[in-house]
């Protein structure tokens, strides 16, 4: 049996399990499907995807995360809040400023006293269009800011950025209408993206103040996306839309976002457990 804990962010919902504790599939290929049975809303857990937290070599601790449809992804911005909270409040961790190994490199955290709030530094975007990366022989030049993207008939005005993992920013009037069942399919394995993408749809409150709708690649959309909403916030404010901190609105909630002078990116928002149980291991013949 494999424990496991349920916690969310926002909404954003994962499986956490833990390699300190619980023996985990060696085989990469096992841990896809596992992430693919336990996010099942149906048969499953039901998640937007599965994250270990296991130990590192460079940093307090080491999280892997794998979307729901078993793609492994570089970063979550809502799933590493998550595991501050657990690695504290389980005792793998003792300090309240841990950094994180990462596939999207180093992170740090300040978790709050009671640690159900906990600030993340995101580290810098990147705009550099090979780095992000987008297929340079459609997207020329040093940055993709407010340029048209052709998808599903008509040209959007994009712009992209890394936050460690892939975005693609739209703003827009009105996002509640937007059929992004349709939408983000079209985005995601668009040619542009050789990754895939993550697709903010934006809509601009005030000058402090963002709406967004999130379509992630490997789980479709999401209630919320702590790198979308970092992505998101930083294209407003690269385009002279906002201030250099605001709330971004998501339907699972808030998130604060600062991009500071130093170029680092800060997203602040919840942690919660919802419950824990004992998944049945592969081999183990259970249902």
Not at 182 to 193: K, R, S
Request: net charge negative; hydrophobic share 40%.
């Amino acid at each position: 049996m494999m424990h496991f804990v349920k916690m969310h962010g926002l909404g954003n919902d994962y499986v956490y399990m833990d390699g300190f504790t619980t023996a985990l599939p060696a085989d990469d290929e096992e841990l896809k499907k596992l992430a693919v049975a336990v996010s099942d809303r149906h048969r499953g857990i039901g998640s937007d995807g599965l994250i270990l937290i296991l130990p590192s070599s460079v940093a307090d601790i080491r999280m892997r995360m794998f979307n729901s449809d078993g793609s492994e992804s570089e970063m979550c911005g809502n799933g590493i809040r998550c595991v501050g909270r657990y690695a504290l409040t389980r005792g793998l961790i003792s300090r309240h400023d841990p950094t994180v190994e990462t596939g999207a490199g180093l992170r740090h955290l300040e978790i709050s006293k009671d640690a159900g709030m906990v600030t993340v530094d995101m580290g810098e975007p990147e705009w550099v269009p090979a780095r992000i990366p987008l297929n340079t022989r459609l997207a020329e030049g040093e940055d993709f800011i407010r340029r048209p993207l052709r998808v599903d008939g008509r040209n959007w005005e994009v712009t992209c950025l890394s936050v460690g993992n892939p975005h693609a920013v739209l703003f827009l009037p009105d996002i509640a209408s937007l059929d992004l069942e349709h939408l983000g399919p079209l985005f995601e394995h668009h040619p542009m993206f050789p990754r895939r993408i993550n697709t903010e749809f934006i809509h601009v409150r005030s000058a402090h103040d963002l709406d967004m709708r999130v379509w992630e690649r490997g789980a479709g959309e999401t209630r919320a996306c702590g790198t979308g909403a970092c992505a998101a916030a930083v294209a407003a404010m690269r385009c002279n839309l906002v201030s250099r901190k605001v709330r971004v609105h998501l339907p699972g909630g808030p998130l604060d976002i600062e991009w500071r002078d130093n170029n680092h990116i800060f997203m602040t928002g919840e942690a919660v457990t919802v419950f824990e149980g004992d998944w049945p291991d592969q081999n183990s013949g259970a249902a």
